[in-house]
């Protein structure tokens, strides 16, 4: 069982900078991809950004040169850094990781619980 704790979040005015954090925990695993996902009102849930084992990045177009992803294989963390925070930023971000089980190599995917961003006035 692997778990994604969240943290970060909350209201910024437009411009504004936040930063998301999600820790990952489980045992007999490895994890592949650490990723950050949103979701709006009435939308559907998409990419924000993702990070590879191998150290690759992709992100959304519409966060390109705004938005960071990093992230810690020694402690399973992954880290979104947002700046220059648009109104349309507004979502539900969450934390996903596409895992591998060890020794019988099954993948698995995992989502946090989600954590509200408001990019407001």
């Known amino acids: 069982q692997v778990q994604l704790v969240e943290s970060g979040g909350g209201l910024v005015q437009p411009g504004g900078s936040l930063r998301l954090s999600c820790a990952a925990s489980g045992s007999g695993i490895s994890i592949n991809v650490l990723a950050w996902y949103r979701q709006a009102p009435g939308k559907q849930r998409e990419l924000v950004a993702a990070?590879?084992?191998?150290?690759?990045?992709n992100y959304a177009d519409s966060v390109k040169g705004r938005f960071t992803i990093s992230r810690d294989n020694a402690k399973n963390t992954v880290v979104l850094q947002m700046n220059s925070l648009k109104p349309e930023d507004t979502a539900v971000y969450y934390c996903?990781?596409?895992?591998?089980?060890?020794?019988?190599?099954?993948?698995?995917?995992?989502w946090g619980q989600g954590t509200q961003v408001t990019v407001s006035s």
């Open positions: 990070f590879t084992n191998s150290g690759r990045t």
């Open positions: 996903n990781a596409d895992i591998t089980e060890v020794g019988s190599y099954r993948r698995y995917t995992y």
